[in-house]
């Protein structure tokens, strides 16, 4: 049996939400943008990349099962996201660096199942090391709209729960050791350049780009006490250890606690079997 759940989200994003919806300050509100932005062309080749794998080498009938949910929870972040970005467009945000990573996304399509896993599973471990962060320190987006911290609540969670998946099939695959993190060291600096550049744009349309407490904003939410850089920098270096495995971090605890303060918020859509 899979160990996922596929749920419906309580989240109405059909009112809209503000420009600075996360406590006023426009560095995290556009920060949290940018990824909503990159996400639903992202899921979508995460969810191709796996359907990709042969048949015969997903043959391990829990590990199908949970590819199947993996499909399942990804799509609806991707349906929930496509709703949030039209809401973006809307406060007239662009999407400047989507053209360059839909041509990107098009050459990895073209790429072998292995490479195109690896690319996967290097995009799923960045996801899941931001996702244990909105989970562990609750500060980072606690004075959000409450839509849109339960959005990011219910995503890191789900985040966590599936981020073996794509590992597990690249392993089943046949992926190796060098694949793995010479893609990973390319797909750090891919990401975060275009996440600076879309970050940038998104302050420069909010007219933030140049303020000082912009920039301060962004020094404490990388640099301070349980800033992103800290709270990245360990998992990164392990992702290069030969014998890494996502759960060898285990937090589901999190995860556990989250599900239960908030049983209301969610409904299961669907728990497969093998």
Known sequence: MSSLTVRQIDVDLSR????RWLGGDAYRSQFF??????????????????????????????????????????ATH???????????ERQGLSF???????????????????????????LEHYTAMLADGVLRHPEWIADAEPALRRLWEWHAVEELEHKAVAFDAYRAAGGGYWRRVLWFLHVSLVFWFDHVIQTAHNLHRDGALWRPGTWLSAARMWFGRRGLAWHMAGPVLRYFSPRFHPWQHDNRDIVQ??????????????????
């Open 33 to 74: 943008n940018a990824l909503s932005m990159s996400f639903p062309i992202g899921e979508q080749m995460f969810i191709d990349s796996l359907r990709a794998i042969p048949p015969d080498r997903l043959a391990d009938p829990r590990l199908r099962a949970e590819v199947k949910d993996f499909v399942g929870q990804e």
């Open 78 to 88: 991707r349906h929930m996201h496509v709703q949030y970005n039209a809401e973006l």
């Open 257 to 274: 606690l989250w599900l239960d303060r908030n049983s209301t918020a969610y409904r299961a859509v669907r728990t497969s079997t093998p």
């Open 16 to 19: 809209g939400f503000g420009r």
């Open 96 to 122: 400047v660096t989507g053209a360059r990573i839909a041509r990107r996304v098009a050459r990895v399509n073209g790429f072998g199942v292995r490479s195109r896993v690896a690319i996967t599973c290097a």
